[in-house]
């Protein structure tokens, strides 16, 4: 992933950089659209979040009711599920979580998500009040042209971190 790599680079400690400097990695906000989402980065996560002690913080849009249970006894609320994992995750990430429920829809995205909030406007004034909440030197989030699996939802996401955040703290999510 080119980000990680970038990422990793300019924070490898006892090296002198050649290129520019890289991203502030000290407070990492990480926006996605469900739990789970944290797996694509999550050997950054560690190393960052853990290992060098990053302060981060996950943003997470919905519950993930609407994915698929593979559970062997199936699943009653599988967003209940999904949450209690993006939890755990977070916790082994020491970042903090602020998990929303937004519909878990896998199209017209950006509509439903601005439904629920009564509008888009207020959509984006909440992901604008916890970016400023959290104050992050960098906001992780899923590049807006392929959402890194091309789901809708993670496409939404970076477009709508991508109008509001300045995009000299944001590092997009791509394969």
């Known amino acids: 992933i080119v980000l990680l790599s970038a990422a990793i680079a300019s924070a490898a400690s006892g090296r002198e950089r050649i290129a520019k400097p890289g991203p502030d990695l000290s407070r990492i906000l990480i926006i996605i659209a469900h739990p789970d989402d944290e797996t694509v980065i999550a050997p950054f996560l560690g190393t960052m979040c853990v290992e060098r002690g990053s302060r981060c913080s996950f943003l997470v849009m919905t519950r993930g009711e609407g994915g698929t249970c593979s559970l062997p006894g199936g699943c009653s609320d599988l967003g209940l599920i999904r949450e ?3 939890r755990s995750a977070a916790m082994l990430f020491e970042a903090s979580l602020t998990i929303w429920d937004l519909p878990d ?3 017209d995205v950006e509509a439903a998500w601005s439904a629920a909030s009564g509008g ?8 604008r009040n916890v970016i400023e909440v959290e104050r992050p030197t960098t906001i992780i989030t899923f590049d807006p042209a392929h959402g890194t699996t091309g789901h809708p939802a993670h496409r939404a996401i970076g477009t709508l971190v991508l109008e509001i955040a300045d995009p000299q703290r944001v590092q997009l999510m791509e394969t």
């Open 84 to 86: 209690g994992e993006m």
């Open 105 to 107: 829809v896998f199209g």
């Open 120 to 127: 888009r406007d207020a959509l984006l004034t909440r992901i």
